[in-house]
C-alpha cells in the first residue's frame, strides 16, 4: 500500500522509516529543500523522558498571571483576535485540573517510556551518529520551596517506571562539575540518569537518508495548498513547487505530520485539529572552555530553560509564548536565555557567537499528541507533540505504524484516536 507522508520534521521522518519497516510503500511531501528545516531544527535536544507532566497542571494558570506582559517570562500569552487562540486557551485552562493533568501526565509518561526504547533500538540497528549523550538529565530547582516538590516528582515518577534520584546541592555538583562556577542558590537536583541528548536535527537527517536508501521517496520544495476528499476518503493532495507549479499527488493512505500547520490544511474537510503554536527560542553557542560546559543535560525548573551539549556545541532553550505563526527573533526574549547561560557557565562559551532560533511547538491544549484514525478512513494523524516532540517521535511513529497495520500498539494509557486494535 502506497502511504503519503505530509511532513519531513523529526515526527514525519520517523514515520515514514517505521512505516517502510512495516512493509508499506512511502513518500514524504515537505515544502522546505530539506527535512527538519522547521520546528525539528534547533530545539531543546533532550530526550526527556523524566518530565512527562504537561504545561497544563494547577500552578500553570497563576504563573502565566504572575508573569503576564514581562518580556523574559518563561510562559507569555499575547492575546490577539484569534478565535483559536481564545479557544485552545480556555481548553488547556480546563486541563490544569488535577485529575486531567494526571491522566494526561500518565499518557505522556507510557508514550515517552516507549518512545525511549524505540530510540535506543533504531540507533543499535541503524548506528546513525546526532551528537548523542547518554548522561541522563538533571532537574535543578533553585528555591527550597520548589525542591521541597521534587520529592513527590521522584515518586509519581517511579510509579510510571521512570528512574530519578533526589540529589543534594553537594550530589548536583558531583554528577554536573560545570555547575560549580555558577550553581548560585541552587537547591538540589532531581537526577533522571536513562534520559538522553541529541540533535534532532542531525538526527532526522540522518534517518531521512537512510529512508531514501530503503526506498522512501522525498518530494521537497512542495508546498500542500489543498487537501480533497471525497465522501469519507481523503483522495488527493495539491501541490505547489518552488517554481509555482501546481498538480496533486495521491496515495491509498495519508499521514498528516505538519506540525504547527495541519489544523489549517484539514479544517476545510470538516476535521478538528486542536493545535495550537507555541513559540520557543533556542540560542547555540561553540565552547570555549568544554570543562566548565556541562555535558549532563540540564533542566532549570525554576526558569523553564533547558539546556544540552551537542559536540562542541552548547544549546540552550526556553520560553513559551502564545503569539500566533510569528516565528521573529524577539531580542529580549533571546537575552533572557544568554543571561542565563553567563550566569551558570561564565566564560565556558562563546556567546558573542551565538545561534539564535525561534520555531513553534504544535501544542495540543494538554500536551498530548494525536496519534492514530482521523474522520476519514484513509487519513492518520501524527502531530501535536507540543514540548516533546523530539522525545516521543519513535515511540510515536512505531505505534502508529502498527496501528495503521492492524495492531495495537504496546502502550498503555494512551487515548490512540480510533482506538484500533
Ligand atoms: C525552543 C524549543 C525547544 C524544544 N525542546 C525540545 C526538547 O528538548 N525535547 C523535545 O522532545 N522536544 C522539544 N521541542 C519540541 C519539538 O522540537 C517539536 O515537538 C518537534 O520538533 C515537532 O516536530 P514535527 O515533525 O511535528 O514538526 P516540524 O518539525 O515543524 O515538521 C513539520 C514539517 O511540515 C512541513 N510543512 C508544514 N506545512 C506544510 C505545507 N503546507 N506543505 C508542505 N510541508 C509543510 C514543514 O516544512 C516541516 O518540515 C522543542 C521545541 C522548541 C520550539
Redesign the pocket.
Known sequence: MHVLV???????VTTAWYLAKAGFDVSV????PE???????A??????ISHPEPWANPTAPLNVLRWFGREDAPLLFRPHADAAQWAWTFAFLRECLPHRTRRNTAAIASLAVHSGERLRALRAETGIAYDHLERGILHLFFTPEEFSRAGAKAAELAAYGIEARLCSRDECLAIEPALAGGAGELAGGLYAPHDESGD?FRFTQALAERAAQAGVRFHYN????RIDRTGGLMNSIEVRDAEGRTGSLTASAYVL??????RA?VAPLGEHLPIYPV????VTVPLRDPQRTPSVSLTDESRRI?C?RLGDRLRV???AELNGYDTSINPARCQAILDWLEMRFPGATDTTRARLW?????ATPNNVPLIGKSGLLNLWYN?G?????????CGSASCLAGLMSGRRPPVHNFPFLGNEA
Open positions: 505530509l511532513g519531513a520534521g523529526v515526527t514525519g511531501v515537505d515544502r522546505q527535512a527538519a528545516l522547521e520546528t525539528s531544527y530545539n531543546g535536544g533532550q530526550i526527556s534532532a512542495t508546498t500542500i495548498t505530520c505538519l506540525g504547527s500547520y495541519g490544511l513559540k520557543g527560542y533556542s533547558v544540552s532553550a526556553g520560553t525561534a520555531g513553534l511547538r504544535p502531530t507533540h507540543g514540548t516533546l516532540g523530539w522525545t516521543l517521535a
